[in-house]
């Protein structure tokens, strides 16, 4: 059972979430309901609690001011908010869930059961506490995403942006190559990261494929349009990304020689 807390200034968001919670989720036991930053550190302060649903945009503090008080805590953050769509990249760079109100039943089931699932890997809170800290810079600086986090099956591996050469979609799955020659696959789609990670560096050139313009060595159509990269491997571009590439590519090393 997970100790978990809701927390939103609405009272028709919490007593909903609160029923979805009580009907849907065997797993969840409620320690708590607070209507405001203030009431949620409190219950921190009382309870051990593993998991918090945290509403964004509340009067006062936002949902956002306790992560300082969670990343004390061993919880695990599920934001509940139509928030703006820089802070949605934010927290799914950063490995951590959020659900659009109103909340979907569906999509409620599936957060939570991923939420019992990295509770049981980080017991001993490794990972979580650098991906908060992450957040918190993101959210803070409102400058690109320059680092992600990716779950590894035994926590997360906090990432640099710069050191992604490219990913390879694998079924429902995406594969990260990264300068250090490693490799991790993540139970994610490639869609997500297209949506991450900024357009100005990284593009998708194939339904399968996304490069990072930064180790693009040489493209040519010897055999059909393809990137070669500077670890020597070879992708091939699609057809219809074709025209994207190119003027991608002008933009980048236009810029690129700017600097």
Known sequence: ?????????????????????????????????????????????????????????????????????????????????????????????????????????????????????????????????????????????????????LPNGQGYSLVNIDDIIHIEADSNYSVFYLANKDKITVSKVLKEYEEILPDNQFIRIHKSSIVNLNYVKEYNSKNGLEVILKNGEKIAVSRRRASDFAEKIKSYTRFDSDK
């Open 1 to 149: 059972m997970l100790n978990t807390i809701i927390v939103d200034d609405e009272e028709f968001a919490r007593s909903s979430l609160y029923f979805l919670l009580l009907e849907n989720c065997e797993s969840i036991h409620i320690s708590g309901i607070a209507k405001s930053v203030a009431e949620a550190r409190n219950l921190l302060a009382q309870h051990t609690i593993d998991l918090i649903f945290l509403d964004i945009a509340m009067p006062g503090e936002n949902g956002f001011e306790l992560i300082p008080d969670v990343q004390k805590s061993k919880a695990h953050i599920i934001f509940t908010t139509a928030y703006d769509q820089y802070a949605l990249k934010a927290i799914k760079a950063n490995a951590l869930d959020y659900l659009l109100k109103p909340i979907d039943i569906d999509e409620l089931k599936v957060a939570v059961e991923k939420a019992v699932k990295l509770i049981a890997l980080n017991k001993n809170g490794n990972g979580r506490n650098e991906n908060m800290q992450n957040l918190a810079v993101n959210l803070s600086e409102r400058n690109e995403i320059r680092k992600i986090s």
